[in-house]
């Protein structure tokens, strides 16, 4: 009997140490779990503050230039910049206005912005304006380049009064139909009877807006997060 008993306590003992051991596993992966929580809800936080526009769209300068991703927008006599990097310029230039309208539940009026690379364009109505050229004669007798980013600056307007209801927001370049400037001076928008400097003035000045209101959203967007 006392054998027996032995047998049992022994056994007995061997299953404690089973599952003690067991137990402590099982807490070594609970805390193990814990741990990668903590860290996954450290890197959502993270990714929550890093905003998506700041990492697509890089508005910037080079000289003369505004610059968009590295893509010159605009062209000057002693700067021939191949008319498919302007287009390519445009193309993510209309791209970021209406990714920030749509983060913002903006609606433009009477257009409808349409990016699609370096062939994006704008609609009104049925009528399509695009923001890209080949260059060369026709150029110059196809107006509707020209109505194209007319039309762009006129949703830009848009957007950064928009952004100017919401209170504090100021952009530094006012808008004035197809010119844009300050006192200093309001430059065309238009290619046609313009000359390259001053359109590409007009185009610099454009993106600088662009990217104020960029930056405002970015900062909006934040502060609504950490609410």
Same mark, same amino acid.
């Given at each position: 009997?006392?054998?027996?008993?032995?047998?049992?306590?022994? #056994?007995?003992?061997?299953?404690?140490?089973?599952?003690? %051991?067991?137990?402590?596993?099982?807490?070594?992966?609970?805390?193990? /779990?814990?741990?990668?929580?903590?860290?996954?809800?450290?890197?959502?936080?993270?990714?929550?503050?890093?905003?998506?526009?700041?990492?697509?769209?890089?508005?910037? %300068?080079?000289? %003369?230039?505004?610059?968009?991703?590295?893509?010159?927008?605009?062209?000057?006599?002693?700067?021939?910049?191949?008319?498919?990097?302007?287009?390519?310029?445009?193309?993510?230039?209309?791209?970021?206005?209406?990714?920030?309208?749509?983060?913002?539940? %903006?609606?433009?009026?009477?257009?409808?912005?349409?990016?699609?690379? *370096?062939?994006?364009?704008? /609609?009104?109505?049925?009528?399509? !304006?695009? /923001?890209?050229?080949?260059?060369?004669?026709?150029?110059?007798?196809?107006?509707?380049?020209?109505?194209?980013?007319?039309?762009?600056?006129?949703?830009?307007?848009?957007?950064?009064?928009?952004?100017?209801?919401?209170? *504090?927001?100021?952009?530094?370049?006012?808008?004035?139909?197809?010119?844009?400037?300050?006192?200093?001076?309001?430059?065309?928008?238009?290619?046609?009877?313009?000359?390259?400097?001053?359109?590409?003035?007009?185009?610099?000045?454009?993106?600088?807006?662009?990217?104020?209101?960029? #930056?405002?959203?970015?900062?909006?967007? !934040?502060?609504? #997060?950490?609410?």
């Amino acid at each position: 009997k006392q054998w027996y008993q032995r047998r049992v306590a022994i #056994t007995a003992g061997r299953e404690i140490n089973k599952y003690e %051991h067991r137990i402590a596993e099982v807490k070594a992966q609970s805390n193990c /779990l814990d741990d990668e929580l903590k860290y996954a809800e450290k890197q959502l936080e993270r990714l929550k503050k890093t905003n998506v526009y700041n990492a697509v769209f890089h508005i910037w %300068h080079e000289g %003369h230039f505004g610059t968009i991703n590295g893509y010159r927008l605009g062209r000057l006599p002693t700067f021939n910049v191949e008319w498919e990097e302007v287009n390519a310029a445009w193309g993510q230039t209309a791209l970021c206005l209406q990714s920030l309208a749509n983060g913002t539940g %903006h609606i433009f009026q009477k257009y409808q912005i349409v990016p699609f690379g *370096s062939t994006s364009y704008i /609609l009104d109505g049925e009528n399509k !304006l695009p /923001l890209y050229t080949n260059g060369g004669l026709r150029l110059f007798w196809d107006a509707k380049y020209d109505q194209g980013m007319v039309a762009f600056l006129d949703c830009l307007k848009q957007f950064l009064d928009f952004l100017e209801k919401k209170g *504090s927001f100021r952009y530094p370049y006012k808008i004035d139909k197809s010119k844009i400037g300050d006192q200093k001076g309001f430059y065309s928008i238009k290619l046609h009877f313009n000359s390259e400097e001053q359109w590409t003035k007009s185009l610099k000045y454009t993106l600088t807006n662009l990217k104020w209101a960029l #930056t405002f959203v970015v900062q909006y967007k !934040l502060a609504k #997060t950490s609410d």
